[in-house]
């Protein structure tokens, strides 16, 4: 890191499941703040929250967490985030810039450029995996994870810098885009690889399951995450997530209308271009 | 291992790549043959396993190889070992042994049990990877490896014995079924993920993939897969193939429907489902 990092007075995290928590854990480990005030819609992982010393304070409401906050991150699932930004926009002072880690930013942007008008930015910080909840939180979960960050015409120049700054010095490597090109780009390399991993598993034998190897558990591990998350994810992204199904089962279509044909030579080009292109990555 | 190996006097290996060299390699620490000898269609790679001393000594033709064997192991790729087997039918004797490595079972069974009956046991051990060659090949890359034998009607029941044995002795976990069961599981199982796998990686936009995490990653790991030793894997399997291909086609259009919907208890029980099959595995 070049730069001096940027500290916050007072942070608010809404939500304290695994990327709010680890944000948490994240932003002390690294100094960005003075403190931290959480909200969770469950008193039960409020109270963890405390108890795991992760936050400074809880309160009842997200309105109560925002007042005094410089800073403001959303985290919780996808389809609560546009209805937090709607409670959340009368308590917050005007020099507070509020982000969000959610998977899908079109229409979170839309509802920041609405309420929060310049001092949103859509976040998606690409970390996670399997794993959900507080307790899966840990302090590294964002180090050299992609972010990408979705400033739209709307937002104020300065709080897009800021909050590229905030996940530079959290440890990502920030990209920016348009929230529209982020869901497009967003339903090909993650919603359709967990759908068709879901599709993979669901439709297996049982008998399949006892024997299958390291490269079925690869290919299928993301369908192992949460259901209810994913179904937020792919609800809010539906067009774009529809368009990449589409595209994978017309180049599924091609594959097997070369192989019901024998035709072994337009099924080694098939196999070998993809194998050439994840070769490169 | 309870029992104690069985011991061979002289291992013919045909074919020295990823699967041949590493079933030499392991052979040799495990102390399951007093000898080796070795034969690849290329120079070079036999020179090489000579060199790395993985084999006793190296032939020109795989007639030759097999002529004092007590075992043969076809270690080439799909398509070649159905050719192998009736080419080596006259030089073996009538005490030998012979089994092979390849991913599909039904034609090379048919080849054996014509060429070689009784004395010929499909093997698919369940190792490998992305990468191939002997290069890549490793002493314990049976280790743990599911290792599915197919013995069919024809197969003389002390044949099928001294195979599973072999493998047990060589660290795998094995399981016997019919080599059209087995055809019909891997394409399920193994074929399918990787066309997936290729039609998910193909489809990306260039841009995407400078921003795809783990879980593409995982998902796509396959697809790097040698594109001539998977062509022949489909062709050889495609009938297979196509059904696996056509009911993961018929889950997509299902949750696809349901998306365009809105549907979310429908999306949710469908990934639900398959994260909890294969949270469970």
């Given amino acids: 890191m070049a730069d001096e990092a940027v500290k ?3 942070v608010a995290i809404l939500g304290l499941g695994l990327l709010g928590g680890s944000m948490a854990k994240a932003l002390r480990a690294r100094g960005l703040c003075d403190g931290i005030i959480g909200w969770s819609p469950r008193e039960s992982t409020r109270e963890e929250a405390l108890k795991l010393k992760l936050v400074d304070a809880t309160v009842d409401s997200p309105e109560q967490a925002v007042a005094e906050a410089d800073l403001v991150v959303a985290a919780t699932p996808v389809s609560h ?9 009368k308590s917050t ?3 507070t810039i509020v ?5 899908t930013k079109r229409s979170i942007t839309e509802a920041g450029d609405k309420h929060l008008p310049g001092r949103f930015v859509g976040s998606h910080p690409m970390a996670g995996g399997e794993k959900s909840g507080l307790a899966a939180s840990r302090a590294d979960l ?3 994870a992609p972010c990408i960050i979705t400033p739209t015409d ?5 709080s897009s810098e800021r909050i590229e700054k905030l996940w530079t010095d959290l440890g990502c490597r920030v990209t920016r885009m348009g929230p529209l090109e982020h869901d497009r780009l967003m339903a090909d390399v993650s919603h359709l690889p967990h759908a068709i991993a ?3 598993v669901a439709m297996q034998e049982e008998r399949a399951l006892t024997i299958a190897g390291s490269g079925f558990r690869d290919t299928t591990r993301v369908a192992a995450g949460d259901p209810q998350l994913w179904r937020d994810i792919f609800i809010d992204n539906r067009d774009a997530a529809c368009r990449s199904i589409d595209r994978c089962v017309a180049w599924l279509r091609d594959f097997r209308t070369a192989l019901q044909a024998g035709d072994g030579q337009k099924i080694e080009t098939m196999l070998a271009a993809a194998a050439k292109r994840r070769a490169g990555m």
Same sequence: chains 1, 2.
Avoid: H, M, P, W
């Fill in 154 to 158: 709307a937002t104020e120049r300065s």
């Fill in 93 to 95: 002072t005007n020099g």
């Fill in 142 to 144: 964002f180090q050299n």
């Fill in 8 to 10: 916050y007075r007072l």
């Fill in 99 to 103: 982000t969000d880690v959610g998977s």
């Fill in 198 to 200: 879901a599709a993979v």
């Fill in 81 to 89: 985030i546009v209805k937090l930004i709607g409670a959340i926009s």
